[in-house]
């Protein structure tokens, strides 16, 4: 059972204009979530989190956006750059009631490619 | 600063063998957890320590153990290996359990013959 789903495997964007990777997730205790940015031969990256008592969060060209009642998030690349061009993973996780936070469930990635 | 660091990067075994894979956090860091990842898959947890205790398991077999070290530094054991055990495994560091940025190293490329 697939906690967190990305649903496009792949997603081609032209340079300058806006990326939109999106991720749902059906565990309704995830207490927060990340994306992650992974080039070929390297550890993932990463990116930016957001809280679940947030529903918008920004850094720079990265603005990431969670609907709760929908089950759903987003990350938003404006301008998309061909740097850009990896694959982007969804992640999610929630603390314990020990204390500490659950090891992080991804999604299986979307592959991004800024085309000049 | 020196990031995650694992070694080896690549390894080869047989079918039935064990494997030991080591991990270095970021310094500070107090936090390491392990993830598989096979190919067109995203990681999948196996476990999380923090302070030399276990705090967190994946859905993953007993042949999969881990333990941390006084120094913070990780090992991951798998035994009697099994041709799906073929992955890269990474290793992620945090300043603290619940952190909310986890800092992944380059992995370990394990192929199983």
């Known amino acids: 059972d697939q906690q967190v789903k990305q649903n496009s495997p792949s997603l081609s964007v032209q340079e300058g204009r806006i990326s939109i990777l999106n991720c749902d997730y059906t565990?309704?205790?995830?207490?927060?979530f990340l994306w992650y940015k992974k080039y070929p031969a390297e550890g993932p990256t990463f990116l930016i989190s957001i809280s679940s008592i947030k529903d918008k969060n920004e850094d720079g060209r990265f603005t990431v956006f969670l609907n709760k009642s929908a089950k759903h998030l987003s990350l938003h690349i404006v301008p998309s750059q061909p740097g850009d061009s990896a694959v982007y993973f969804c992640a999610a996780s929630r603390w314990l009631s020990g204390g500490g936070a659950d090891g992080l469930t991804f999604g299986k990635g979307t592959h991004l490619i800024i085309q000049p | 600063d020196a990031g995650v660091t694992q070694s080896p990067t690549h390894l080869i075994k047989t079918r039935g063998q064990h494997v030991t894979l080591r991990c270095s956090p970021i310094?500070?860091?107090?936090?390491v957890s392990w993830y598989q990842q096979v190919l067109g898959q995203g990681p999948q947890f196996i476990f999380q320590y923090y302070e030399k205790e276990e705090r967190g398991r994946g859905n993953f077999p007993d042949r999969f153990s881990a333990r941390q070290f006084p120094n913070y530094s990780s090992e991951l054991n798998v035994n009697a290996l099994l041709l799906g055990d073929s992955a890269l495994y990474l290793c992620a560091s945090s300043l603290r359990t619940g952190n909310t940025e986890a800092f992944f190293g380059q992995g370990t490329r394990l192929t199983v013959v």
């Open positions: 310094s500070g860091h107090k936090s």
């Open positions: 565990n309704s205790m995830f207490d927060y």
